[in-house]
């Protein structure tokens, strides 16, 4: 397995924060190999991903997100970021129902801070997308995009302080997007 980044160069080394902000692969991998793609898997289920195969039966492309889960449930996930690290199902209710979520603790409240910091700084994430990218808000937003194998699917999940977004783009026929 030779993972590669987005635009197939290698960037050297680079700190945490441009490797996560500017999604290089490379980093991205790298750390899977010393934490163990069955612990990621762990912390993938603690977020709402339900896989249904182990995190060795991904391997290290568990690192790329490969896979399959829905745009809902990886939206969530990215919730539990904005949420301080807590996790609450998906309930869909009118607006001012007054109904409040039921939080459980997902992750480390810090853990998730220091993501959200990481995935909202425009300057470590210029690397890849440019300083003046529509990734760039005029308010306080963390952004996460991806790219599936051989282009057939593009994604970004975002965050501000009141809403959480995902969004995918591609062809139902799950034909590639090049050009």
């Known amino acids: ?37 069955d612990a990621f898997h762990r912390q993938l ?3 709402g991903l339900p896989l249904r195969e182990s995190g060795d039966y991904f391997g290290y492309s568990l690192a790329l997100g490969s896979p399959e889960v829905p ?6 996930a990215f919730r539990t970021l904005a949420n301080g690290g807590r996790l609450s199902p998906v309930a869909l209710a009118a607006p001012g129902s007054g109904r409040a979520p039921a939080f459980t603790a997902a992750l480390d409240p810090r853990a998730a801070f220091i993501v959200g910091d990481i995935l909202s700084d425009g300057n470590a994430r210029a690397r890849t997308f440019g300083t003046d990218s529509v990734l ?5 937003t963390a952004v996460k995009t991806g790219t599936s194998k051989d282009m057939r699917d593009n994604w970004a999940v975002g965050w501000s302080e009141r809403y959480t977004v995902g969004v995918w783009v591609g062809n139902a026929s799950g034909a590639a997007m090049h050009d």
Do not use: C, E
């Not at 397995?1 to 999604?23: E, H, M």
């Open 1 to 37: 397995y030779i993972p590669q980044n987005y635009d197939r160069q290698f960037k050297g080394w680079v700190s945490v924060r441009t490797a996560l902000a500017a999604s290089l692969n490379v980093p991205a991998v790298r750390t899977l190999v010393m934490v163990t793609p």
């Open 136 to 140: 760039a808000t005029r308010f306080w």
């Open 45 to 47: 289920g603690a977020v």
């Open 71 to 76: 745009l809902l449930h990886l939206t969530n």
